[in-house]
């Protein structure tokens, strides 16, 4: 599978940002998705996940409560909602994707769990 992210830019904090990431190639609801960032110096962390259906998502504790993952299967599109952005949340942001599974729900909170990973897209949040 393929992905696409776009929807970064430069926002002030307390602002909003919509992420994006279509997929091409493989049959998309069979994918767990997740959006990661890595802040320039810092490691890769993930920000949230979700599951095949959408059923079940994940969320760190520092973004808990702002931003919101969701997917649609018809469009092959997940999507990261972020408001009440702070400085902190710089990043570059990556889409990713599981291998395709034939069972389960389930989220996956580990970045060895993604074999296809997006180009990235900058996120810079001014104060």
């Known amino acids: 599978v393929q992905l696409q992210a776009s929807g970064g830019g430069l926002v002030q904090a307390g602002g909003s940002l919509r992420l994006s990431c279509a997929a091409s190639?493989?049959?998309?609801?069979?994918?767990?998705m997740g959006w990661f960032r890595q802040a320039t110096g810092k490691e890769r962390e993930l920000v949230a996940a979700?599951?095949?259906?959408?059923?079940?998502?994940y969320y760190s504790n520092s973004v808990k409560g702002r931003f919101t993952i969701s997917r649609d299967n018809g469009k092959n599109t997940v999507n990261l909602q972020m408001n009440v952005l702070k400085p902190e949340d710089t990043a570059v942001y990556y889409c990713?994707?599981?291998?395709?599974?034939?069972?389960?729900?389930?989220?996956?909170?580990?970045?060895?769990?993604?074999?296809?990973w997006g180009q990235g897209t900058q996120v810079t949040v001014s104060s």
């Open positions: 990713a994707a599981t291998q395709e599974l034939y069972s389960g729900n389930m989220v996956y909170t580990q970045s060895y769990s993604y074999d296809y």
């Open positions: 190639g493989g049959t998309f609801s069979r994918h767990a």
């Open positions: 979700i599951s095949r259906s959408g059923a079940n998502t």
